[in-house]
């Protein structure tokens, strides 16, 4: 397992636009978001390889949100643009240190979580 570290949350206007990050502590292969509305059980957001080729998101998502990675820096992004009041939630980072799927959309697919950050969309 790698520890996790998210930044980038808060508070946002509508048809806003925010910038997620999540720096691992060591090498990881496939990096994702998931998040967990008030309520709701935790969804898929997107994932990335780490040959950054393939990348996976949401229905939801798609058009709106962009997931990159610098593994340099072990480190993911998710770029939020024309955030809704619906995308409201708690944001965690995933991350399979062990290797197992090229990218994953499952949280079996990872084996570190991060603690979760938290992303407000008012109307």
């Given at each position: 397992q790698v520890q996790l570290v998210e930044?980038?949350?808060?508070?946002?206007?509508?048809?806003?636009?925010?910038?997620?990050?999540?720096?691992?502590?060591?090498?990881?292969?496939?990096?994702?978001?998931?998040?967990?509305?008030?309520?709701?059980?935790?969804?898929?957001?997107?994932?990335?390889?780490?040959?950054?080729?393939?990348?996976?998101?949401?229905?939801?998502?798609?058009?709106?949100?962009?997931?990159?990675?610098?593994?340099?820096?072990?480190?993911?992004?998710l770029q939020m643009n024309s955030l809704q009041p619906e995308d409201t939630a708690l944001y965690y980072c995933a991350a399979d240190s062990r290797g197992i799927t090229t990218v994953g959309s499952g949280p079996r697919d990872y084996d570190s979580w991060g603690q979760g950050t938290q992303v407000t969309v008012s109307s």
């Open positions: 930044s980038g949350g808060g508070l946002v206007q509508a048809g806003g636009s925010l910038r997620l990050s999540c720096a691992a502590s060591g090498r990881t292969f496939s990096m994702g978001w998931f998040r967990q509305p008030p309520g709701k059980e935790r969804e898929f957001v997107a994932a990335i390889s780490r040959s950054r080729l393939s990348t996976e998101y949401s229905t939801f998502v798609k058009g709106r949100f962009t997931i990159s990675r610098d593994n340099a820096k072990n480190t993911v992004y």
